[in-house]
């Protein structure tokens, strides 16, 4: 050991080793952002990146040119950018200096007691104002930095009755320092009390064109080759949600990425995407990370449905609904497409699509009861098959 200690190559070798295990902080947020899910990486930073929601982004540019917000309600279907809109306006506001003292983020799915509101809610509202005034003249032009605090609650529907009505008191109080901005899927589970003190932001789900433009950006960032038409199948899958078909997409680059780059255990990330956008993502993909089944099957049970002239179709039926549920395919999403298959037909009567979807109705409820789904599929698949057949 003393001889190790001495010997000058030893302890240089010994120091350059060290200085290359450490990594350069631009470096560690490179080898990050690179490991990010996309729905993080490409969240948007700014009003300007917040997809298809051109009349709230209006609006909140304008307050955010006064330096003057309302108390907020962002409400509409899942993945259509309520949060991302409400972060990208605070960090438009304040800046990366004063964001973590001035932002308070809460998901109230995890903390929608009563507790919450009277302790950690309340304590973060009534606190004083860090103050702007030590921050540079630049910052101070880039950023309004207004004086008060922005309380984020996202799911606030999942918030109790009495967490929400303890809620009411705190927001009248703090207003002169804090403003609150509710995010929710349901505006009705917000009791009206606490709905009439917030200015109301509606988010609705994203078009196909403004959703495609966003997916072919992505794509075109990471070296993705998608096949005609993937965009279309991922915005029909997804049914509106961005975030989910951002997943879809980066779970089919990963699919095509570990098919290209398998046997090739040393080579990095790099090249498995260089080597992964020679092979497109194809539809087919798509559909099977969705879990979307396949054409050709719904094909085959709506054919087994129809009227036979002699004897029943419960043979048909059974031996399609038997194959389907051997290869493990969702009762669910066999309902949706069922669903869209026969009411959007036109050459079935009215009089019995209205029939078929009390059907669906409650085969949607035993389903989400906890039924067998074999025997449900099977009833209404026989019903269904009755109704058309003038039964």
């Known amino acids: 050991m003393a001889s190790t200690f001495f010997n000058n190559k030893a302890r240089a070798a010994a120091a350059a080793a ?103 809610i309340k304590n973060f509202a009534r606190a004083q104002l860090s103050h702007s005034s030590g921050m540079s003249k630049e910052y101070l032009d880039q950023y309004p930095c207004p004086p008060f605090k922005i309380i984020i609650l996202d799911e606030a529907d999942s918030m109790t009755q009495d967490a929400q009505s303890a809620l009411r008191r705190t927001m009248e109080q703090y207003s002169r320092i804090t403003r609150f901005c509710l995010v929710c899927n349901y505006v009705t589970r917000i009791i009206e009390p606490l709905a009439s003190r917030c200015s109301k932001f509606r988010f609705k789900a994203l078009d196909n064109t403004a959703a495609g433009d966003r997916l072919d950006y992505i794509a075109q960032l990471e070296n993705l080759t998608l096949e005609k038409g993937v965009v279309e199948k991922l915005i029909q899958c997804s049914e509106g949600d961005l975030r989910r078909a951002i997943t879809y997409m980066q779970s089919a680059a990963r699919l095509v990425g570990s098919g290209q780059a398998g046997g ?128």
């Open 18 to 120: 060290t200085s290359s295990s450490k990594q350069k902080p631009t470096d560690a947020k490179e080898e990050q952002a690179k490991h990010q899910p996309w729905v993080e990486k490409y969240r948007p930073k700014t009003l300007d990146d917040v997809a298809a929601q051109d009349h709230t982004t209006k609006v909140l540019r304008r307050t955010l040119q006064a330096s003057n917000l309302p108390h907020m309600l962002f409400y509409g279907p899942p993945g259509t950018g309520k949060t991302s809109t409400i972060l990208a306006l605070a960090k438009s506001l304040f800046g990366p200096s004063l964001y973590r003292s001035r932002i308070l983020e809460l998901n109230a799915s995890d903390e929608r007691g009563i507790g919450i509101v009277r302790d950690k």
């Open 264 to 391: 090739k255990k040393d080579a990095d990330e790099d090249s498995e995407m260089a080597e992964a956008s020679l092979s497109p993502v194809t539809v087919r993909m798509i559909e099977e990370i969705a879990g979307v089944i396949p054409e050709d099957i719904v094909d085959r049970l709506v054919n087994a449905l129809q009227p036979v002239k002699i004897g029943s179709s419960y043979e048909a039926v059974s031996k399609v609904i038997t194959d389907i549920v051997a290869d493990g395919w969702s009762a669910t999403q066999l309902l949706l497409q069922l669903y869209r298959r026969i009411v959007y037909n036109d050459a079935i009567p009215d009089i019995q699509k209205n029939k078929i979807v009390m059907i669906f109705s409650e085969m949607d409820k035993r389903l989400c009861d906890g039924a067998d789904e074999h025997l449900s599929i099977l009833n209404t698949a026989l019903k269904i098959s009755g109704i058309l057949g003038g039964a």
